[in-house]
């Protein structure tokens, strides 16, 4: 059955649009689309919200996550990218559906109480990720993790198991399955090649973390004797419909490469930064060759937060800093990246991504009375958004023009709940390593 369609009246309205307009106006929302944006819309047989005191903007978009990873947040810290790696390995090869899906309901439940409406995931056991997806009302394009079958702890053939996940979850409203093999380091050409095979016959994504670190570029060219993105181009991997996770450790010729295959990246500052992989992803040079980049957290392991606001706030300080020029990444730019940027790493550019007829509503309201928002007027929100606002002045939050948070409370599911059946599986899962 179809939900009432509610009117916004004079809501501060960052569209997101391609003149990127933020403008006072009323917003309609019907049938999970915005059918109204600007002057007095029609409030015939619709609940009208008073929206003078808040700010509507458009759903963030998380290009890289691992949500199931939320009850172990503080276990790895302050470790090398090996040390980190080798803890979560011992607790990965322990985990079941059942904790991947309490982990997945409390990391979901993160993102939309901070605005973040859809979000792209590599894991295993990807069923309890979707379930929790459905469950709270959020978006996942979610992307079951394959490797070689000789370096996995899955039970099955990973490829077999992505396969079998997509064609479970095809044609849900909310889940978007994809495959994700997990990088060259435990990948060989087969099982790139048959995760591509996988998602053109299925007509899915492709996600997987490519050049992460110094080291997994070396070592790669050290044994196929070329960096991994000329490497997956030579074997016929690299195509549209495709986004590489980091992309930190990457030259001149491979961002060109990368772009003359239309393949995106998703930007994670946090992450690198905390786990001290070294140098400054190239954002600057892979944007200037046009390639699509979004911004992810990545996991709450490696972050420790999956707040889309932080990691616009420290994706622009980052490049700034690194480039000696403040005009990169302006906060547009990084509210860009956040937003429609995303929409277009996902192929969704046509119907997420941004305030305007046609699209499917998923936004947030966003206080204008809070005081990171302080000045509230139209020529600062841009700017707050990227550099000050508050996970705590996201008010409420819609999917598909549904209420999944309002007044900063879960509307699908409880969190004392999902936080009690969390902290049951971090029990269990901290006692699973030294």
């Known amino acids: 059955m179809a ?121 295993y056991f990807e069923d309890g990720v979707a379930r929790a997806v459905d469950a709270l009302g959020a978006r996942g394009f979610l992307g079951w993790a394959v490797l070689d079958p000789e370096l996995t702890t899955q039970k099955g053939a990973p490829l077999d198991n992505a396969k079998a996940f997509i064609q479970r979850w095809s044609g849900n409203a909310r889940v978007q ?71 930190v450790w990457m030259m001149r010729r491979e961002i060109e490469t990368l772009a003359r295959r239309s393949v995106g990246v998703a930007h994670c500052p946090s992450s690198n930064m905390k786990l001290a992989t070294g140098g400054v992803a190239p954002v600057r040079e892979m944007r200037e060759c046009g390639i699509a980049v979004g911004l992810g957290t990545d996991s709450v392991a490696s972050n420790n937060s999956l707040s889309m606001l932080r990691e616009m706030h420290i994706a622009g300080l980052l490049q700034k800093h690194q480039t000696w020029d403040t005009s990169v990444l302006p906060a547009q730019v990084l509210l860009d990246m956040a937003t429609i940027e995303g929409a277009r790493l996902l192929g969704r550019a046509a119907d997420l991504g941004s305030v305007e007829v046609g699209k499917r509503a998923d936004f947030s309201l966003v206080r204008l009375d809070h005081p990171t928002l302080l000045p509230a007027r139209p020529a600062a929100i841009v700017s707050h958004l990227a550099y000050s606002a508050s996970e705590e002045a996201f008010d409420s939050v819609f999917v598909a023009g549904e209420p999944v948070v309002r007044g900063r409370e879960l509307v699908r599911g409880s969190w004392p709940e999902i936080r009690s059946a969390a902290e049951a599986a971090a029990d269990a899962l901290w006692r699973a390593v030294p």
């Not at 060989?188 to 090649?193: D, I, K, Q, S």
């Not at 973390?209 to 690299?238: A, C, N, Q």
């Open 3 to 123: 939900s009432t369609p509610t009117v916004f009246r004079d809501a501060l309205v960052v569209t997101q649009d391609a003149e990127r307009r933020v403008v006072r106006a009323d917003v309609r929302v019907e049938n999970g689309r915005f059918v109204h944006v600007g002057e007095r819309a029609p409030s015939e047989g619709a609940e009208v919200v008073d929206a003078r005191t808040f700010a509507i903007v458009p759903g963030f978009v998380n290009a890289h996550t691992h949500v199931a990873m939320a009850p172990l947040r503080g276990l790895a810290d302050d470790r090398d990218l090996g040390g980190f790696l080798e803890r979560l390995f011992a607790v990965d090869a322990k985990r079941t559906e059942a904790d991947v899906e309490a982990g997945a309901l409390a990391g979901v439940a993160e993102m939309l109480l901070s605005g973040t409406t859809s979000f792209l995931d590599l894991y």
């Open 177 to 247: 399955p994809l495959v994700a093999p997990q990088g060259v380091y435990v990948c060989n050409e087969a099982t790139w090649l048959g995760a591509k095979a996988i998602a053109e016959t299925n007509h899915t994504l492709v996600h997987y973390h490519l050049s992460e670190t110094r080291r997994e570029v070396h070592e790669h060219e050290k044994k196929t004797g070329l960096r991994p993105p000329l490497w997956l181009d030579k074997i016929g991997f690299l195509g549209p419909g495709q986004v590489a996770a980091h992309g």
